[in-house]
């Protein structure tokens, strides 16, 4: 019997972190998320609390039986129960603190990892065990350290976001039963909670974004300074924020239809003035002040825009559901290490090949780059479904206008391209998802056949969503 519930915590386990895993990977655009979660782990907690010394039986479940966590857990427990119990079991907080005490010590004693733990669900089991025993529910994901602080960074520091996600992730897991329904809007609550701007006003750009202009997407901007302190000097506001146009009334971001029209005359450089009553006031262009937060909002496409502070990208948005920006590009040591575990033992340009996967996701729609040892012979078997070019290292300014067309760019491992266009061709693989688009469920379906014919194969697979999928042999 305790076999099989076993046997069903471990099949339960496995199916929430891959749905954490692919949750997770709508907010980073990026499938290398697999490498930043370790594990996640669930654990059971009954404790005696009629003594003085309360007493407790753990039953710990994890994917891939980490003892050390199960120790480092159960002192953690201890150090709670001994310290701390007493006092928030009086305040009837217990459930608000045990599972923040408990990521704190397993954090304070682990170097390499970072640890989210839920609030626990609390059950009294009056059958079994009277009225003398409580059950707590937890549940745990474990973080590599050094790949969470890569990816989910802003200026340095773990994204606002981040930090908002972890704190309602934890509250909601008790809430809803083990299993969040609802990740979107975990996601949308999260991100506006990161921002005061976004708080007041992530609904009406949200809103702006998805209004057409006779027929045309909104490709506007609007630009919002704020203080950083109250005895910062307007002066510098003033020399930075030129006035290319001034109304005579300002117009408020909620009347919609004409702040649509106003915006079709902005651009990128060129953008609306927000003041503090929310009402745009001006057009015209700014810079980074000091002594100013400059945020600036950008439409991109239907439904689509992105939020910079200071120059930096903060979040983008697209179809309502929030972004952080792709530090996995940005930071080129996370993608030399996925090219170095694919072709081992193989010297191969890394510069140049991260140089093209950047380029290729400056283009508005979605494209292909693999990366193969056998570029050569790869591009003439394929052929009649491609565009041969001859063997050539791509400037930046063709490398986007190559990927715009159908099909994938194939480089071989210095980055140099042989063809262009070419429509890959594979093998029928359970590691395909019909919720995924053609793209990439063609190149999992190539990757598989490569494998095959041990060709080491590297693919990027960037969405019209600018999320990008590395697919490897080595997977």
Not at 5 to 18: C, F, P, R, Y
């Amino acid at each position: 019997m305790k076999k099989n519930i076993i046997e069903d915590k471990m099949i339960t386990l496995k199916k929430e972190k891959e749905l954490i895993i692919n949750e997770f990977t709508k907010i980073l655009g990026t499938n290398i998320l697999i490498k930043c979660i370790k594990d996640i782990y669930c654990f059971d907690l009954n404790l005696d609390d009629e003594r003085s010394n309360p007493e407790y039986e753990l039953n710990f479940y994890s994917c891939e039986n980490n003892q050390d966590v199960r120790d480092s857990l159960k002192l953690a427990i201890e150090n709670f129960l001994k310290n701390d119990y007493e006092f928030y079991n009086e305040m009837k907080t217990v459930c608000d603190s045990f599972g923040f005490h408990i990521k704190e010590s397993l954090n304070k004693s682990s170097l390499n990892s970072i640890y989210w733990c839920s609030n626990p669900q609390e059950y009294r089991d009056i059958l079994r065990f009277g009225d003398k025993e409580k059950l707590y529910k937890f549940a745990i994901i474990e973080f590599y350290k050094e790949t969470y602080k890569t990816l989910l960074s802003f200026n340095g520091k773990i994204h606002p976001f981040i930090h908002e996600l972890e704190y309602i992730w934890a509250v909601e897991w008790r809430r809803d039963l083990h299993r969040i329904k609802n990740y979107d809007e975990i996601f949308r609550r999260a991100s506006v909670e990161s921002n005061g701007f976004l708080y007041n006003n992530s609904v009406h750009l949200n809103m702006l974004s998805t209004m057409q202009y006779e027929k045309s997407a909104n490709k506007g901007s609007i630009m919002f300074f704020v203080k950083r302190n109250k005895d910062t000097n307007i002066d510098n506001l003033i020399y930075s924020r030129k006035e290319l146009i001034t109304l005579k009334e300002s117009v408020a971001l909620n009347d919609y239809k004409r702040i649509r029209k106003l915006l079709q005359i902005t651009n990128s450089d060129i953008s609306l003035f927000l003041n503090e009553d929310n009402e745009i006031f001006a057009i015209g262009n700014g810079k980074e002040c000091e002594g100013y937060d400059c945020y600036k909002i950008v439409f991109t496409e239907y439904s689509k825009w992105k939020m910079f502070i200071n120059g930096v990208e903060f979040l983008s948005y697209s179809n309502l559901l929030p972004k952080i920006p792709d530090n996995i590009i940005n930071s080129s040591n996370q993608i030399k290490e996925k090219l170095r575990e694919t072709f081992k033992d193989i010297e191969i340009k890394e510069d140049a090949i991260i140089e093209i996967i950047k380029q290729a996701k400056l283009q508005e729609h979605g494209t292909m780059v693999v990366i193969s040892t056998d570029a050569k012979d790869e591009v003439e078997r394929l052929k009649e479904s491609a565009t041969m070019v001859y063997p050539n290292e791509l400037e930046k300014r063709v490398i986007e206008l190559v990927t715009c067309i159908d099909g994938a760019v194939v480089c071989d491992t210095n980055g140099v391209c042989h063809a262009i266009g070419v429509i890959l061709d594979g093998i029928t693989s359970s590691k395909t998802d019909p919720a995924r688009g053609s793209r990439y469920n063609s190149a999992i379906r190539y990757v598989e056949q490569q494998k095959l014919k041990c060709q080491k194969t590297f693919v990027a697979v960037i969405s019209e969503d600018k999320y990008v999928n590395y697919i490897s042999t080595s997977d």
